[in-house]
């Protein structure tokens, strides 16, 4: 197994969480692309179509805001579908809205940091107050 | 972030518990986007909706405690002076011949509504609030949820809301106070992307066209169009939606024509970018075959009202239909808010629609309940896009004459 690294990251909101990252350097809006019930990507097309977030760190450029973001994260929090953190690069507001609510803490690290470094699978721990991301690689 | 001794106090639990967790929602908000303060807010636009097919398959359990939740907000008093009104529902409240629309969840979201109405908010269920009297003045600050209805509110009316969510609407509407970040702010109302328009716009879905192709290239940013004769309000209403749904787009300017845009250069402070983006008529005719997902044939629903109609497009919707028949098997839905339905009941317009075949869909929209709809023609841009990622239905968006040619042919002819 590769040798475990840190990533800084800004803290957007705190917390500590971790969970095996899904990566992709894509948008994604809660709101119409993501079920709450499965907690899997429903949109056609899209890079993580059929993927579960359910305790997952979203490694993602950023989420597309719609007002029911929150709602749709609260939803999928009540039955144990939301990610376990949100590394992006660019920040959505109305994520941060949703992180806040449903206590998922969320940072930004840059873009060849969140597509270059992290890997799907890799096991991802954020701390977003000490401002780093560890990545424990899970293949060479 | 500052706080006044008041806000610092509720914050602190002099309001109860739930007010406390409102005030850390916003101030958490506000820090994490840079707020250096909160600003007084008197107009807000709520999400309060029972889940029903939102939350497809999720328990009795996770259902009630949401439920729950939307109860306590709707308990608390309206902040006083506020002008609270409520986002559209995933259910009506009328009944509805389609399984989808669950009658627990509709007498669960009436139960809601009525609570809420004894608070202060005004249960208008509708995306569109400018259309129901909610219509803020320039400059006014605002916390409303709905995109397309922020874009209007920033673009159109010159008021200023940043995109709010469901919980920092209701909070906004009950502490009084929102952060002061993005678009509350001069600075950050300045155009960043130039368009220049030279499409010939003849309708209003024309007009979403221009905004589902822009929204796209915006992103985050702020277009500013130029070259456009004044759009009326139905005009407009499908510009800002579709802006906001290809894109994240918070306000554009339209220049010469929106209260901040006297002047091109004005719409930019000052200097205009020398390199602009161009819609031609090419760019019109692609934009809507990008949403296009079937050349011709049967169809089995026509969707108009989205965002909710206003009172003159039913006016214009009835005078179409007047005399003519609905094709068997077509769902001929047109969305709106239920006052303008109550206008359109006692105008007539309502008795000639559903004469012909069609109804008044209120509180919601077919999205929203997530129709079983197969092939779907619409005349928004909005509905097109979240009815083909949502329903999986296959869509067209035509001008609402067309749609309802389609209707009453019951297939789309082609071209």
């Given amino acids: 197994m590769a040798e475990a690294f840190t990533l800084p990251a800004r803290c957007v909101v705190s917390g500590r969480a971790a969970g095996q990252a899904l990566v992709a350097d894509a948008t994604l809006s809660f709101w119409g692309e993501v079920d ?32 029911a973001t929150p709602l749709v994260l609260q939803l999928a929090r009540l039955e144990g579908n939301a990610p376990a953190a949100l590394v992006n690069v660019e920040v959505d507001s109305l994520a941060v809205l949703g992180c806040i609510v449903n206590g998922i803490p969320m940072v930004t690290v840059e873009a060849e940091d969140a597509f270059g470094r992290i890997r799907t699978g890799d096991y991802v721990e954020v701390d977003a107050e000490a401002g780093l991301v560890r990545i424990r690689p899970s293949q060479p | 972030m500052e706080l006044t001794p008041e806000q610092q106090a509720v914050l602190d639990g002099s309001r109860g518990p739930y007010m406390a967790q409102c005030m850390r929602w916003l101030v958490e908000w506000g820090r994490a986007m840079g707020a250096r303060r909160l600003v ?18 999720a328990s009795a359990e996770t259902i009630r405690r949401y439920v729950d939740n939307l109860r306590a907000a709707a308990r608390e008093p309206v902040a006083p002076g506020c002008y609270a009104t409520l986002h559209t529902a995933f259910v009506t ?11 627990a969840q509709a007498k669960l979201q009436r139960e809601l509504g009525e609570l809420a109405a004894r608070s202060g908010f005004i249960p208008t269920y509708t995306c569109a609030p400018y259309l129901v009297g909610n219509v803020p003045l320039k400059g006014e600050i605002c916390a409303w949820t709905e995109s397309s209805a922020v874009v209007y509110a920033n673009s159109i009316l010159g008021a200023r809301t940043t995109r709010h969510g469901t919980e920092s609407a209701l909070a906004a509407s009950l502490t009084g106070w929102t952060p002061e970040f993005g678009v509350l702010l001069d600075e950050n109302r300045r155009g960043t992307l130039r368009v220049e328009v030279s499409a010939e716009l003849r309708n209003p879905t024309d007009w979403g066209a221009l905004g589902y192709f822009t929204g796209r290239i915006a992103g985050l940013g702020i277009p500013v169009f130029n070259g456009l004769r004044r759009p ?30 006297p002047t091109l250069e004005a719409a930019f402070h000052g200097r ?11 760019e019109l005719r692609e934009t809507y075959a990008s949403l296009r997902s079937f050349a011709s044939g049967e169809v089995d629903s026509v969707i108009l009202g989205c965002p909710h109609a206003s009172i003159r497009e039913i006016a214009r919707i009835a005078a179409l239909l007047d005399g003519r028949r609905v094709a068997p098997g077509i769902r001929l839905w047109v969305d709106t808010a239920r006052i303008t339905k109550g206008g359109a009941d006692a105008m007539g317009y309502t008795a000639v629609i559903e004469r012909a075949g069609g109804r008044l869909l209120c509180d919601t929209c077919p999205t929203n309940i997530r129709i079983p709809a197969r092939r779907i023609v619409t005349d928004g841009f909005k509905q097109a896009h979240y009815a083909r990622g949502m329903t999986g239905a296959e869509v067209i968006v035509a001008p609402t004459e067309a749609c309802i040619r389609a209707a009453v042919a019951g297939r789309w002819p082609g071209g």
């Avoid at chain 2, 007084?40 to 398959?57: F, Y």
């Avoid at chain 2, 409240?93 to 399984?99: A, F, I, K, R």
């Avoid at chain 2, 309000?233 to 894109?247: F, I, N, P, R, V």
């Avoid at chain 2, 205009?272 to 090419?282: G, H, L, N, Q, R």
């Fill in chain 2, 40 to 57: 007084r807010v008197d107009n807000t636009h709520c999400l309060l909706p029972v889940p029903n097919k939102v939350a497809d398959g």
């Fill in chain 2, 272 to 282: 205009v970018p020398e390199e602009f983006v161009t819609f031609s008529e090419k």
């Fill in chain 1, 36 to 67: 709450p019930g499965s907690g899997k990507v429903i949109s056609a097309g899209h890079p993580l179509e059929g993927e579960s977030l359910g305790g997952k760190v979203l490694v993602i450029r950023s989420t597309r805001g719609s007002s």
């Fill in chain 2, 93 to 103: 409240l009328d009944g509805l011949d389609v399984p989808e629309n669950d009658p």
């Fill in chain 2, 232 to 261: 009326s309000q139905d005009e407009a209403k499908q510009l800002c939606a579709a802006l906001a749904t290809s894109g994240g787009v918070t306000m554009c300017h339209i220049a010469g024509i929106t209260p901040e845009a």
